[in-house]
């Protein structure tokens, strides 16, 4: 774990995915958080990231948005949510990775400021677990419609464990249902 001033910086279960926890300045009036400083993002991760596009996303609860990814203009992401709570989930497709075809999750909330790195290379995705959440990421290439593709959400394969209540179903769009499986999905 490195700590640094502003933020601290924990590997995941998948390969070159981060969380960062950002320092939470609190007083009578409310609270600050530097949500991104690239000289320290570089000093603690040993990256050197150029975001491009800032995205922002609003959603109802149990709406489930993934897992997506580009086959050009990959995009690096720094994600976190500024209202509610998501469970987020990384699925690792990259071929030559130590944790190829595995998940991880981890929920990501207003309350615990914790975000999120997710290099190019991997399925990313979210289920909305509060009323409602907004959730906002950094991107280090434009979105591409062209190379866009989706991973099954539900895949047996890949096996996500999604915490979703008995009997609801994931409120998703029908780009998110028809989600590619396992063995076709196009990998890196």
Request: glycine share 6%.
């Amino acid at each position: 774990m490195s700590i640094l001033s502003k933020f601290q910086v924990m590997p995941t279960a998948i390969h070159d995915v981060l969380v960062i926890e950002p320092t939470v300045f609190v007083d009578h009036r409310g609270c600050f958080i530097e949500s991104f400083n690239a000289l320290d993002f570089a000093a603690a991760t040993g990256l050197t990231v150029n975001f491009v596009q800032d995205n922002h996303s609003f959603s109802g609860q149990w709406t489930l948005r993934g897992m997506h990814y580009q086959l050009k203009q990959t995009q690096g992401k720094l994600v976190r949510v500024v209202v509610g709570r998501i469970f987020d989930v990384t699925v690792d497709i990259r071929k030559n990775s130590p944790t190829y075809g595995k998940w991880a999750g981890l929920e990501l909330s207003a309350q615990n400021h914790k975000q999120l790195w997710i290099p190019a290379g991997l399925a990313h995705g979210f289920l909305v677990l509060s009323e409602t959440a907004e959730f906002l990421y950094k991107t280090t290439d434009y979105y591409h419609p062209q190379s866009e593709a989706c991973l099954a959400w539900d895949d047996p394969t890949v096996g996500i464990d999604w915490p979703l209540p008995a009997g609801i179903p994931p409120n998703m769009n029908a780009k998110d249902s028809a989600g590619l499986s396992w063995d076709v999905a196009p990998k890196f």
